[in-house]
């Protein structure tokens, strides 16, 4: 019986098109690391000859890798004023099929977002513009109207700005050949507006009657869709409870219930992670790879070209300690700000090397945490070195070297993620299988990767309880420093477990086909 329902799933599987409706796409536009996941579920489901499709806006940049195949126009209206949305149609050499949503308003919200300034007033209908130009998109696909032959379709949204797409389908004539999947994992911003907002196109306007003062994209979308899912399956239960529901527990406590709510844990592409692929390992026989045999050597001239690159004293000896992410409230920099002095007084004295992006601007929250670390830079600037991603050396720039986070992490002794949420994250992945033992919080995905150390032979990470405890992340680096310098035989043995964790993009999909895009 089993194995009749596998030939079911699988011919389900192969007569489906999956459809991605995303704000964001690696390399393209990033915002959170959904950009980077989804380039890895795309390749995944491409590799297995699965037809798919992506629909997102047009981020101003020329995708070099692609072919156009042709534009096309659609018609709407907005604010009652008649309108037209320009579509780039595009496929790639793996098959995959690409929609630009070309806007002018579009594109400066996205301008904005990437810098943290949002201008509320027109964020929503932007929003909806763009949730309008992907349903017609979906429209045309399941009226066969374009060259994507499938039976059905499985629409995967990222975010909550793409929910408001959830609702149109779940009132579309189409309905039954497609499947909704909604993948909310940022639940701080939830684009609550006043429900005039849906006077932005006329189809919204069905909606309206619902919402008398305020419209929330997220809950829309979360309560329509026929799946949510999050990239974790311990933020999947967090989110049930407050604050990590940020008042939306009991409906997610309730699509849980239903089986509904879906928690499966993000994956690496490694093919992409394969130090050959990597230019910079690459093109200094860098081969800092779990199969490697000489791996600790390896590490050890990653560190070397790394401290040069960084401005760093060249020092094999000493402990490198690495963090690097987006600065947002979010990522606890001020944590580590809040240490520094106690780390610099840590006999040896560490090396830490500090990335984050965006800057913020004079005026923003996080304006004076930043000039802070930057100050602390310059006072420890032997031990301490602080860039965003886009700084560069310029005495190294015709040698082609340049801080690749690849670069920092296969040098790396330590990984910093210090996260006050996290729904699953990327980098802990990425710096476990460079061999950078991480130190994390214990919270969301960072829970289901990171298995404390706790003897000789357990565990390949160190958990912050509270992630506001500053002596407490000092004293988890003390130990980290000691097992480092006085018991190598058993921080190998913790650099050998991370590198070895099963983080792979294939068992991600598996799950995803098996339990998000399959029904049951």
């Not at 910079?280 to 779990?290: N, P, T």
């Not at 963090?323 to 979010?330: I, N, P, T």
């Not at 000039?371 to 050396?393: E, G, M, T, Y």
């Not at 035989?489 to 993009?505: D, L, P, Q």
Request: net charge neutral; with cysteine.
């Amino acid at each position: 019986m089993r194995l009749t329902t596998r030939r079911q799933e699988r011919r389900y599987m192969e007569s489906s098109g999956y459809v991605f409706v995303t704000p964001e796409l690696s390399p393209y536009f990033k915002i959170t690391g959904i950009g980077d996941l989804l380039q890895n579920i795309i390749g995944e489901l491409a590799r297995r000859k699965l037809r798919v499709a992506v629909i997102c806006p047009d981020f101003g940049v020329d995708p070099r890798h692609l072919r156009f195949t042709k534009s096309m126009s659609i018609y709407s209206t907005s604010n009652g004023q008649p309108t037209s949305l320009q579509v780039k149609c595009a496929r790639d050499d793996r098959g995959v099929d690409y929609f630009f949503i070309k806007d002018e308003e579009i594109q400066r919200y996205l301008s904005e977002a990437s810098s943290l300034r949002l201008r509320r007033d027109k964020v929503g209908r932007n929003c909806l513009t763009f949730c309008y130009g992907a349903y017609l998109i979906l429209d045309a696909l399941c009226r066969g109207e374009m060259d994507f032959p499938v039976n059905r379709l499985v629409m995967h949204a990222f975010h909550w700005q793409t929910s408001p797409l959830v609702a149109l389908i779940d009132q579309a004539p189409w309905r039954d050949r497609v499947r909704t999947v909604l993948t909310a994992d940022i639940l701080d911003i939830q684009g609550r507006f006043e429900s005039k907002v849906l006077e932005t196109h006329e189809i919204y306007r069905l909606l309206k009657p619902a919402f008398e003062q305020e419209i929330n994209f997220l809950r829309l979308g979360i309560k329509k869709a026929d799946v949510l899912h999050t990239v974790s399956p311990n933020y999947a239960l967090e989110i049930q409870h407050a604050p990590h529901g940020r008042g939306l527990e009991s409906l997610l406590k309730e699509r849980y219930q239903q089986g509904r709510l879906i928690g499966i844990l993000n994956g690496l592409d490694p093919q992409n992670l394969d130090w050959r692929q990597i230019p910079v390992l690459r093109d200094h026989d860098l081969a800092v790879s779990l199969e490697a045999k000489n791996l600790l050597e390896q590490k050890q001239r990653a560190k070397l070209l790394f401290q040069r690159t960084a401005g760093l004293p060249q020092d094999p000896s000493a402990f490198l300690i690495s963090m690097g992410h987006r600065f947002v409230r979010q990522k606890n920099f001020n944590l580590v700000a809040k240490a520094m002095e106690e780390l610099m007084a840590l006999e040896p004295r560490p090396q830490i090397y500090l990335r984050a992006w965006p800057e913020p601007c004079q005026g923003d929250a996080d304006w004076d945490l930043w000039w802070q670390i930057v100050r602390l830079s310059k006072r420890f600037r032997h031990n301490l070195a602080f860039f965003s991603p886009f700084d560069r050396d310029q005495s190294l720039m015709n040698e082609g070297v340049f801080i690749d986070r690849f670069l920092y992490y296969a040098a790396s002794d330590l990984f910093l993620m210090p996260s006050l949420w996290e729904p699953c994250g990327l980098c802990q992945l990425e710096a476990m299988h460079f061999g950078a033992i991480p130190l994390v919080t214990t919270v969301g995905g960072l829970i289901d990767t990171v298995k404390p150390f706790t003897g000789e032979n357990e565990g390949w990470g160190f958990h912050l309880k509270d992630p506001f405890d500053s002596k407490a992340l000092v004293e988890l680096v003390a130990q980290a420093m000691d097992l480092w310098a006085n018991h190598p035989c058993v921080w190998h043995g913790m650099v050998r477990r991370a590198m070895s964790f099963e983080s792979s993009i294939t068992q991600t999909v598996d799950n995803y086909l098996n339990r998000l895009y399959t029904p049951g």
